[in-house]
């Protein structure tokens, strides 16, 4: 019979934060305003998982705290991973600080002389508390390792998983509302529940019930399902002796980059975000992330190259560039259409040929983001790159402008002025109310007077009215002329503007 080794790195969420602080610096991770896991430091000051924010700070104010990130876990314990595998293959992550692999006993000697070269190993990359168990199932050995002592390998004999089980409370199962019900019968430890009929618990709890009794009793039906090692998929271009051109890096990456797209194909794996780092001198010099609409090919990395190489930043030669796959994303979520998708290649060849003459920053795309006016909404990014809004599109903004959106927004806004029936400025009080109707308007200082057919307004904004440094109070108005033209107007501290014009 196989047996199974659990390795459990406990605090595991905090454990990668402390890289950097100070030994004993007492630190925490939140979830949902909660504390996930604290430092043994924290847990000195009284800081314990549960607690809410201001509780763990009022225990400990010098607490360093930071919001949990399961991403960030999960690619800091692919460290982990790697170097078990590099003892034994086959490891099955279960969550970031908890992984099972099938025991190496022959190989290394023994059982508990396997967990010794594995914490010794571990421990060497940094994660000083670690600890080990063996049992005949997934369920025995997770409990054995939670036991053991920090470094060591805790190791159930074969066929003494329910003796060993039959000691802990029932709350081990891992079900707050089954052990509630069990304490509540007098069944208060795992053993007592072990004991009970296999029928009277499939009846009584169900198949979900049966499940846990099954593993009251040491019995574990769960397989241990060995993960498949990610593959490798940075690409990387070595230049001896070094190149000081970016024109002849660019020339000499073009091989380097059609290999790393073509491996990323071959995984069914495109890269919509790509991570070029360069070295010079072999220093790290320049590192950037590019984003792309759609996903990156060879000649779209090669013109990543020379721009990043062009902005500046790479002083000397350059010894090394690598190509880092930050986002990679299936084929299938972008591929074409039975009718095609996207821009038409002829199109984005053109543009980013006059983009590499007269720079990468120079031509935009321009895309809608959330915001009140129509100079907020517009958000401009290089093209070719994916668009990241700092400003959510799908927020209510109270006081934005119905639709349809002006075709026309001035770069910057003209000045303007509305009056009444007697030549009277308009004004819009605190509350939103005007003045007088306008009845006539000049859309700029050098434009003539017209009369007004027709208003819409005013939307009232007042913004950042906690700022003593930004506040901001603004009418919005959409006036028509006589001759038919529209406009997007606003008054603020008296003063009118136009901000676009309806086409």
């Not at 089980?165 to 069944?187: I, Q």
């Not at 009277?424 to 509350?431: C, H, I, K, T, Y």
């Not at 050098?446 to 003593?468: C, F, K």
């Amino acid at each position: 019979m196989a047996r199974t080794m659990v390795v459990w790195c406990p605090d595991w969420p905090v454990m990668p934060m402390l890289e950097g602080l100070p030994a004993g610096t007492p630190a925490a991770v939140l979830a949902k305003g909660q504390v996930l896991a604290c430092s043994p430091g924290a847990r000195r000051e009284g800081v314990r998982r549960g607690m809410r924010r201001r509780d763990a700070q009022s225990r400990c104010p010098e607490l360093v705290l930071d919001e949990h990130r399961p991403e960030a876990d999960a690619r800091a314990f692919e460290v982990v991973l790697a170097a078990i595998e590099e003892l034994s293959p086959g490891v099955a992550p279960l969550r970031p600080g908890l992984c099972a692999l099938r025991v190496p006993a022959r190989f290394y000697g023994g059982e508990a002389e396997a967990g010794a070269v594995i914490a010794e190993r571990l421990v060497g990359l940094g994660v000083w508390d670690v600890r080990l168990g063996v049992a005949d199932g997934l369920f025995a050995a997770e409990q054995a390792s939670r036991r053991a002592l920090a470094q060591d390998c805790l190791v159930v004999g074969p066929g003494e998983s329910a003796a060993f089980l039959a000691d802990l409370p029932v709350e081990t199962l891992d079900d707050p509302s089954l052990a509630g019900l069990l304490r509540r019968m007098g069944l208060t430890t795992v053993g007592a529940f072990a004991r009970l009929s296999p029928a009277d618990v499939h009846t009584r709890f169900g198949g979900h019930g049966e499940l846990l009794h099954r593993l009251a009793r040491g019995l574990d039906p769960h397989p241990i399902s060995r993960r498949t090692v990610p593959p490798e998929l940075e690409a990387e271009a070595s230049f001896e002796p070094p190149l000081a051109n970016a024109e002849s890096v660019a020339f000499s990456i073009r091989t380097t980059a059609e290999r790393f797209v073509a491996d990323l194909a071959a995984y069914g794996l495109v890269c919509t975000t790509v991570r070029i780092e360069v070295d010079a001198d072999g220093v790290l010099a320049s590192s950037r992330e590019w984003r792309h609409p759609r996903w990156f090919g060879a000649v779209d990395v090669v013109d990543r190259v020379r721009w990043q190489l062009a902005a500046g930043g790479v002083l000397a030669p350059v010894t090394t560039v690598r190509l880092v796959p930050a986002v990679a994303e299936p084929l299938a979520d972008h591929a074409d259409t039975l009718f095609g998708s996207g821009p038409d290649d002829r199109v984005a060849r053109g543009v980013a040929r006059v983009q590499s003459m007269v720079g990468h920053e120079s031509v935009l795309a321009v895309e809608v983001q959330g915001g009140r006016g129509p100079a907020d909404r517009a958000l401009a990014t290089p093209w070719g790159e994916r668009a990241v809004a700092v400003r959510s599109a799908h927020a209510p903004w109270p006081g934005r402008i119905p639709p349809p959106a002006p075709a026309t927004v001035f770069a910057e806004p003209l000045a303007a002025l509305v009056v009444g029936a007697e030549g009277q400025p308009v004004a819009v009080s605190g509350r939103g109310a005007i003045s007088c109707p306008p009845e006539r308007f000049r859309a700029a200082a050098d434009a003539d007077w017209q009369r007004v057919a027709s208003w819409a307004g005013p939307w009232p904004v007042d913004e950042l009215w906690w700022d003593e440094s930004e506040p901001r109070r603004i009418a919005r108005f959409q006036v028509v002329g006589a001759d038919g033209s529209a406009w997007l107007m606003a008054v603020e501290n008296g003063r009118w503007l136009t901000e676009a014009r309806y086409d």
